[in-house]
């Protein structure tokens, strides 16, 4: 399998941007965090979370076939399937926990940290609740697709109140590393 060092390698050929370096990462540890609570493997999560958007910066127009494709060539078949279906209108089938794990955290996990941004404590006191109210407001983070959110949540068979809270609580515990 490929270890999470030999990600980082890969990803810092395609991608220098911060901010979606910074993202990899929140989704990276959420994903690592839920592999974790479902007594997954931690390892393969994380890679998974670290490199769904790898490609994004370099080939947006392709995104996600050119990292799909190098970690099929190294023989990660599982997770390039996962990170190919980490949107749902590309029509990739979701097989396993960690498709759907995937889908689940990406979108929401780069909302809480856009809910972090507005407040002048980041997300020290980021509660659920303000959260969900923000979801609401289509003005407020417009690129997230609310479909993707709780197409995933659905999937995941997780309740919406209880996923946003785990992802509070893993950002949290990162908030100095991730600058929130």
Same mark, same amino acid.
């Given at each position: 399998?490929?270890?999470?060092?030999?990600?980082?390698?890969?990803?810092?050929?395609?991608?220098?941007?911060?901010?979606?370096?910074?993202?990899?990462?929140?989704?990276?540890?959420?994903?690592?965090?839920?592999?974790?609570?479902?007594?997954?493997?931690?390892?393969?999560?994380? &890679?998974?979370?670290?490199?769904?958007?790898?490609?994004?910066? &370099?080939?947006?127009?392709?995104?996600?076939?050119?990292? &799909?494709?190098?970690?099929?060539?190294?023989?990660?078949?599982?997770?390039?399937?996962?990170?190919?279906?980490?949107?749902?209108?590309?029509?990739?089938?979701?097989?396993?926990?960690?498709?759907?794990?995937?889908?689940?955290?990406?979108?929401?996990?780069?909302?809480?940290?856009?809910?972090?941004?507005?407040?002048?404590?980041?997300?020290?006191?980021?509660?659920?609740?303000?959260?969900?109210?923000?979801?609401?407001?289509?003005?407020?983070?417009?690129?997230?697709?609310?479909?993707?959110?709780?197409?995933? &949540?659905?999937?995941?068979?997780?309740?919406?109140?209880?996923?946003?809270?785990?992802?509070?609580?893993?950002?949290?515990?990162?908030?100095?590393?991730?600058?929130?």
């Amino acid at each position: 399998m490929i270890t999470r060092a030999e990600a980082r390698e890969l990803l810092s050929t395609l991608t220098t941007n911060q901010s979606l370096l910074r993202h990899m990462r929140t989704i990276e540890l959420v994903m690592e965090a839920y592999a974790t609570k479902y007594s997954e493997n931690t390892d393969e999560w994380a &890679v998974a979370g670290l490199l769904h958007d790898a490609d994004y910066e &370099v080939y947006p127009e392709e995104h996600p076939k050119i990292i &799909v494709e190098k970690l099929r060539e190294l023989g990660e078949e599982k997770i390039a399937h996962a990170i190919s279906a980490h949107y749902t209108k590309w029509g990739v089938s979701y097989d396993t926990l960690l498709d759907k794990a995937l889908l689940a955290c990406d979108e929401l996990t780069g909302f809480v940290v856009a809910c972090c941004q507005v407040r002048p404590d980041g997300i020290s006191s980021l509660e659920v609740k303000s959260v969900i109210k923000k979801l609401k407001d289509k003005g407020f983070a417009a690129k997230v697709d609310r479909e993707e959110v709780y197409k995933g &949540v659905e999937l995941l068979g997780v309740d919406l109140h209880e996923h946003i809270a785990f992802i509070i609580d893993v950002l949290k515990s990162n908030k100095e590393e991730l600058g929130i």
